[in-house]
């Protein structure tokens, strides 16, 4: 079986792994990160942090021949359970249709960061 390793040069990852790996027609993300691309920088705000995530998980999955709607399986991890209504709702507006299975759990992050979402996606046809 293939192996290929995905990166998106502009999302910075915070530690020695890939963002994404291909591999039997499946793309495996690492958790993203709220970070903005464009300053290196993760916003203190969770709403923001969290829709950062989200785009910065669909960059990814382009850039590996997949996208939102191919996800299925999703790991949220958060660092307090206060915010989930937040995470729902956005989960809600980019996945519309058929949403992916999802585990949540609260967790301590590193580097200020709110949220992380990883996810597995089939490869596009």
């Known amino acids: 079986m ?11 990852t915070i530690g020695p792994y890939s963002q994404a790996v291909r591999a039997g027609g499946l793309l495996f993300v690492s958790g993203q990160p709220g970070v903005d691309p464009a300053t290196g920088l993760a916003h203190g705000e969770f709403a923001v942090q969290a829709r950062q995530v989200f785009v910065n998980l669909e960059t990814v999955l382009r850039a590996g021949g997949s996208r939102l709607d191919l996800v299925v399986n999703t790991t949220v991890l958060i660092t307090d359970l206060a915010n989930f209504p937040i995470v729902n709702r956005l989960y809600g507006e980019f996945f519309p249709n ?9 967790v301590p992050l590193p580097h200020r960061l709110l949220i992380s979402i990883g996810c597995v996606a089939a490869v596009a046809d």
């Not at 293939?2 to 910075?12: L, M, N, W």
Request: proline letters at 15%; a neutral charge.
């Open 98 to 106: 058929d949403p992916p299975a999802r585990m949540t759990m609260q």
């Open 2 to 12: 293939s192996r290929q390793v995905i990166e998106v040069p502009e999302i910075k």
